[in-house]
Nanobody
Framework: QLQASGGGLVQAGGSLGLSCAAS????????MGWFRQAPGQEREFVGA???????YYTNSAKGRFTISRDNAKNTVYPQCDGLKPEDTAVYYC????????????????WGQGTLVTVSS
């Protein structure tokens, strides 16, 4: 089971440190992706971190979001800086063991999300 946390209300330009903790299995064997879904919109791939700690970010997150992981704590940490109102969404983490970990379609183990609200 995956559980995202750390969301909240922040002003534009601010930062939030999210986290995604796993229970019942070890994250060590998985690539971990982050997604978000704004009201009325489809789920969007934000970025990912591989088992070997390589990272990938989509254009919407590049330069502002940073994903790290601590396998000993079984947790992944997206740091969101320079937040914009359009970043407002429920943020989810997901796991994959597919070699093509940079592709959103290969994530199929979803956790509960955390709401990030950015005010202008």
């Amino acid at each position: 089971q995956l559980q995202a946390s750390g969301g909240g209300l922040v002003q534009a330009g601010g930062s939030l440190g999210l986290s995604c903790a796993a229970s019942g299995f070890s994250l060590r064997a998985y690539h971990m992706g982050w997604f978000r879904q704004a009201p009325g919109q489809e789920r969007e791939f934000v970025g990912a971190i591989s088992r070997s700690f390589a990272t990938y970010y989509t254009n919407s997150a590049k330069g502002r979001f940073t994903i790290s992981r601590d396998n000993a704590k079984n947790t992944v940490y997206p740091q969101c800086d320079g937040l914009k109102p359009e970043d407002t969404a429920v943020y989810y983490c997901a796991a994959s063991q597919n070699v093509n970990w940079r592709m959103a379609v290969n994530y199929n183990s979803w956790g509960q999300g955390t709401l990030v609200t950015v005010s202008s």
